[in-house]
């Protein structure tokens, strides 16, 4: 079984930072892409940022020069560095780990970007 956890949501600012972070466990050999994912109600889930377990990193053009992923394999852990927030990107923000053919969704996390 696997499990995957993120933490680090809130309420911040305009031009403010969040960082969220994102664990995985349990039975999570061959974890290879983690990646994270937004979604605010009545639209569907957006794709923002990826990264492969070779270090590869992808960014969806809204967030791009703004959000940073950085990964700990040896702590199965994904971090999402969140800059310059602007109240678009308010959204419930979601994890996945990829394992083969297999998808892993973690709870979400809120974060809401507001004055």
């Known amino acids: 079984q696997v499990q995957v956890v993120e933490s680090g949501g809130g309420l911040v600012q305009p031009g403010g930072s969040l960082r969220l972070s994102c664990v995985a466990s349990?039975?999570?050999?061959?974890?290879?892409?983690m990646a994270w994912y937004r979604q605010v109600p009545g639209k569907q889930r957006e794709w923002v940022a990826d990264s492969t377990r070779g270090g590869k990193l992808n960014y969806a053009d809204s967030v791009k020069g703004r959000f940073l992923i950085s990964r700990d394999n040896a702590k199965n852990t994904m971090y999402l560095q969140m800059n310059g927030l602007k109240p678009e990107d308010t959204a419930v923000y979601y994890c996945?780990?990829?394992?083969?053919?297999?998808?892993?969704w973690g709870q979400g996390t809120q974060v809401t970007v507001s004055s």
């Open positions: 349990g039975s999570i050999s061959g974890l290879s892409v």
């Open positions: 996945k780990g990829q394992i083969a053919w297999n998808e892993y």
